[in-house]
């Protein structure tokens, strides 16, 4: 059973930063792809942004040149660097591995 364990979450103001972290149990990490999600409060899981174990990225139209994905296989870590966060960022982010295993899912809240 593989396990994701995220960091990185909490409170932050409009405008500011956060990084967000993702470590797997697996040990093949460095073959798989991994995304991170994001729920909002009332709203569907949506997807933010995944990298491909080419290092290939993509993201949701929203956070095009806010948020960078990158991932670390040495320390099966994936990260997710946020700047000029938004109010409209606010919701529980999962990371995501394979498409299959989920992490449990940590809070971002964007507010002054």
């Known amino acids: 059973q593989v396990q994701l364990v995220e960091s990185g979450g909490g409170l932050v103001q409009p405008g500011g930063s956060l990084r967000l972290s993702c470590t797997s149990s697996r040990s093949i990490f460095s073959m798989y792809v991994m995304g991170w999600y994001r729920q909002a409060p009332g709203k569907e899981r949506e997807l933010v942004a995944t990298i491909s174990r080419y290092f290939t990225t993509n993201y949701v139209d929203s956070v095009k040149g806010r948020f960078t994905i990158s991932r670390d296989n040495a320390k099966k870590t994936v990260y997710l660097q946020m700047n000029s966060l938004k109010p409209e960022d606010t919701a529980v982010y999962y990371c995501?591995?394979?498409?299959?295993?989920w992490g449990k899912g940590t809070l971002v809240t964007v507010s002054s």
């Open positions: 995501n591995e394979a498409g299959d295993y």
